[in-house]
């Protein structure tokens, strides 16, 4: 299993209120949850310069986290919601394939035998 994860950072135009960042980062988070990614506003939310949005996908596939990535990224740019500054991107293998947990476990009778 593969867990991908990125920070997108916007410089965001004409907000003038926290209120209005509000507005701003909703609409993107809204967009980014409609493409089955995990999303939230992770940091400088008293900023009205900035929004910086954390959004995550879990896949087998490598390709295809790359593609959430890329297409989280235009979706952003389509909603015209600021400059985008900075994107980081970092996948994380977690686990091992179910095939070589398998040789791995314990059956009962490796109990059952240092029992006696």
Do not use: C, N, Y
């Amino acid at each position: 299993m593969m867990v991908g994860a990125a920070r997108l950072t916007l410089r965001l135009e004409g907000v003038d209120s926290l209120k209005s960042k509000r507005t701003v980062v909703r609409r993107g988070l809204a967009k980014l949850r409609q493409m089955d990614l995990s999303a939230a506003e992770v940091d400088r939310q008293d900023s009205l310069d900035f929004a910086v949005f954390g959004v995550a996908a879990v896949s087998t596939d490598r390709s295809v986290l790359e593609r959430f990535i890329r297409d989280a990224e235009a979706t952003l740019a389509r909603l015209d919601l600021g400059k985008q500054m900075a994107t980081d991107f970092e996948i994380v293998h977690l686990g091992s394939p179910i095939t070589s947990m398998r040789d791995e476990m314990l059956e009962w009778s490796d109990f059952e035998e240092s029992a006696e």
